[in-house]
């Protein structure tokens, strides 16, 4: 049940996200929100399954996730009447990016999904991380480098969905 949740609000957050690229004013605020919630959810949902294969790393996640929300929420702030330097909003993705790391070391170490799954996120958050860090300091967005580990969120979502947290054998 908890893979399938987990699954569910990947894919959501992950289209909410998408929307909100493609859009202005306040239905990109709503999709940001919507993202946000779920993002928000993703972590402590997981938190007591991670928790057996690493408490100090799935604490980590839960922190890093929170924090990735707190930044991500700037965004929504004209909803609201309010002047937030959008480099906030940005600032979000190095804390994806510390998120992504934890998860899947402790995804890796516990064999909760294939991983190959988990090697792919890994490898792929270098070119994001990149990316994160050209639109902080130039604002210059290379959008071809967030796309190996948007692929990667969905392949692990539709895991989760479709299988659930299958261990493998060694």
């Given at each position: 049940?908890?893979?399938?949740?987990?699954?569910?609000?990947?894919i959501?957050?992950?289209?909410?996200?998408?929307?909100?690229?493609?859009?202005?004013?306040?239905?990109?605020?709503?999709m940001?929100?919507?993202?946000?919630?779920?993002?928000?959810?993703?972590?402590?949902?997981?938190?007591?399954?991670?928790?057996?294969?690493?408490?100090a790393?799935?604490?980590?996640?839960?922190?890093?996730?929170?924090?990735?929300?707190?930044?991500?929420?700037?965004?929504?702030?004209?909803?609201?009447?309010?002047?937030?330097?959008?480099?906030?909003?940005?600032?979000?993705?190095?804390?994806?990016?510390?998120?992504?790391?934890?998860?899947?070391?402790?995804?890796?170490?516990?064999?909760?999904?294939?991983?190959?799954?988990?090697?792919?996120?890994?490898i792929?958050?270098?070119?994001?991380?990149?990316?994160?860090?050209?639109?902080?300091?130039?604002?210059?967005?290379v959008?071809?480098?967030?796309?190996?580990?948007?692929?990667?969120?969905?392949?692990l979502?539709?895991?989760?969905?479709?299988?659930?947290?299958?261990?493998?054998?060694?």
């Open positions: 049940m908890t893979a399938r949740v987990v699954g569910s609000l990947f959501i957050a992950t289209a909410a996200g998408v929307v909100s690229a493609a859009t202005q004013g306040t239905a990109r605020g709503l940001v929100f919507l993202m946000a919630v779920c993002i928000a959810f993703i972590a402590p949902t997981l938190f007591p399954t991670l928790k057996q294969h690493g408490e790393l799935a604490l980590g996640y839960v922190v890093a996730r929170t924090l990735e929300v707190v930044f991500l929420m700037t965004a929504i702030a004209p909803l609201a009447n309010i002047r937030v330097d959008e480099l906030w909003g940005h600032a979000s993705a190095i804390y994806f990016c510390v998120s992504v790391v934890l998860l899947n070391v402790l995804l890796f170490r516990s064999r909760l999904v294939p991983r190959w799954i988990s090697v792919w996120a890994l792929a958050v270098v070119p994001y991380l990149t990316g994160a860090v050209l639109v902080l300091l130039t604002r210059t967005q959008s071809a480098l967030f796309v190996p580990l948007a692929v990667n969120e969905m392949v979502a539709v895991w989760l969905l479709i299988r659930g947290f299958t261990p493998e054998r060694a």
